[in-house]
């Protein structure tokens, strides 16, 4: 656990105990409440680990240096785009993958464009978002976030 | 009916469980290998989503309502959208925690714009996914990327709360039903909890709610166990009803 998880920890029982003090029935009414809209989550969520873990399986960290480091700057940046969006691997991987990349040449605009789809936009955690925050929410922000990517990667190209 | 009806409910997992069996019959490697890839998830998720779980409890029943609205509401101008960034930044965990969170404030009336920040910011902004991207790629890349991100995050709220409306949003669990038992009027006959034992639980010689109705169709069945209870003890109020004032109206006392 880093520390800022351990953080996370500490403010939520904090504020676990005083909501307790404060109002012990109205507490565990909300804990009922929450109960149902977690439990309800929980499948989906380990479902959707499960996907990752597929797609990590099929989309390897090596396919997707390939993929970043190719000629044609302008498909490659969509198709890194793409493969973001699809696969969610930790920062940890994906940095230093990057990292590696750029130091031998490689365009910084499909990197880029992967960096960011692959935080912003969630293919794999889409059913998920749909059924929490509906159809047109969901489908909006996702295919906005994956146009700012794009965005983003070629501003980014000019700048630096 | 029953094996039907839990199916129809959790057609992801469902789906996913087909797909590795079929992998694991056809190329049992590459099935060991997503399910080796799959663990590191499910670590991260078990640390977070307990956590998870407590903040939305303290949204619900500690943070007043006013409180949100000022903070993130619609009126809140830049101060929430702000607020929203700094809220989305400073947490741990992977995206889909942000979802119960956020579904959370907006039942409390938050803004879609500041939900877009919120959502936004958790997936994309991380203090220690900083110091890595710095540390890989340099504090210049980084910093501009950074900007750049925040910038595009601003314009995506605006964008999502102009074309996305509140009844575009699925209607939310609790806003389906209330479910409360009135202590007093219960006989403890504990007809509800043999038939309903995923709402209802006795504690004593009290009926209690064990769980809150998730979707419509758990408020229709929960309808029947209404009108099962022979006390009249059970009440569920079918629209946002403030939980405060079903308290007094039915009297409940507080300790």
Redesign the interface.
Do not use: C, H
């Given at each position: 656990?880093?520390i800022?998880?351990v953080?996370?920890?500490v403010i939520?029982?904090i504020?676990?105990v005083?909501?307790l003090v404060?109002?012990q029935?109205?507490?565990f009414?909300?804990?009922?409440?929450?109960?149902?809209?977690?439990?309800?989550?929980?499948?989906?969520?380990?479902?959707?680990?499960?996907?990752?873990?597929?797609v990590?399986?099929l989309i390897p960290p090596e396919t997707i240096k390939q993929v970043l480091g190719s000629a044609n700057t302008l498909t490659s940046t969509v198709i890194s785009a793409l493969v973001g969006s699809i696969t969610?691997i930790?920062?940890?991987v994906a940095?230093?993958l990057?990292?590696s990349l750029?130091t031998v040449g490689a365009s910084?605009v499909p990197a880029?464009a992967f960096?960011?789809t692959l935080?912003?936009v969630?293919m794999v955690?889409f059913?998920?978002?749909k059924?929490?925050?509906?159809?047109?929410?969901a489908l909006?922000?996702n295919l906005?976030?994956f146009g700012?990517?794009v965005?983003?990667a070629l501003?980014?190209g000019v700048?630096? | 009916m029953k094996i039907v009806e839990i199916a129809k409910k959790?057609k992801?997992?469902l789906?996913?469980?087909l797909?590795?069996a079929g992998?694991f019959l056809f190329s049992p490697d590459?099935a060991m290998?997503?399910?080796?890839?799959?663990?590191?998830?499910?670590l991260e998720?078990m640390?977070?989503?307990?956590?998870?779980?407590?903040?939305?409890?303290?949204i619900?029943?500690?943070v007043p309502k006013e409180m949100i609205i000022r903070g993130f509401g619609k009126n809140s101008g830049i101060k929430g959208n702000l607020l929203a960034l700094l809220l989305g930044s400073?947490?741990?965990?992977?995206?889909?925690a942000a979802?119960?969170i956020?579904?959370?404030l907006?039942k409390k009336g938050a803004s879609?714009s500041n939900?877009?920040i919120i959502?936004?910011a958790w997936?994309?902004i991380?203090?220690?996914?900083l110091a890595?991207?710095a540390?890989?790629?340099g504090v210049?890349?980084m910093a501009?990327?950074w900007v750049?991100?925040v910038t595009?995050i601003f314009?995506?709220a605006y964008?999502?709360g102009k074309?996305?409306k509140k009844e575009?949003?699925?209607a939310d669990?609790?806003d389906l039903g209330v479910l409360q038992i009135n202590e007093d009027y219960c006989i403890g006959c504990g007809l509800c909890a043999k038939r309903f034992p995923e709402y209802y639980e006795m504690t004593g010689n009290k009926a209690v709610?064990?769980?809150?109705?998730?979707?419509e169709e758990a408020v229709e069945a929960l309808q029947a166990s209404v009108k099962l209870c022979p006390a009249k003890a059970i009440i569920l109020s079918l629209e946002d009803v403030d939980?405060e004032k079903v308290r007094k109206e039915l009297n409940i006392s507080?300790?």
């Open positions: 656990m880093d800022f998880t953080l996370f920890w939520a029982i504020l676990t005083i909501s404060k109002d029935k109205k507490t009414e909300a804990m009922k409440k929450s109960k149902g809209m977690m439990g309800n989550m929980l499948g989906e969520i380990v479902a959707i680990i499960f996907i990752i873990g597929l990590l399986t969610l930790p920062a940890f940095f230093p990057v990292g750029v910084i880029v960096l960011t935080t912003m969630g955690t059913p998920l978002e059924k929490e925050f509906g159809m047109k929410f909006t922000r906005l976030s700012f990517a965005v983003i501003t980014m700048i630096l | 959790n992801l997992p789906l996913v469980a797909v590795y992998l590459q290998k997503s399910v080796g890839n799959s663990v590191y998830y499910l998720m640390q977070v989503l307990p956590v998870i779980f407590l903040l939305t409890v303290v619900e029943a500690l400073i947490s741990a965990g992977p995206v889909y979802f119960p956020g579904k959370s907006l879609i939900i877009v959502l936004s997936a994309v991380k203090v220690p996914m890595n991207e540390k890989f790629l210049n890349f501009v990327r750049l991100t595009a314009v995506m964008m999502v074309i996305v575009d949003m699925p669990a609790s709610v064990r769980k809150m109705p998730e979707d939980s507080n300790t």
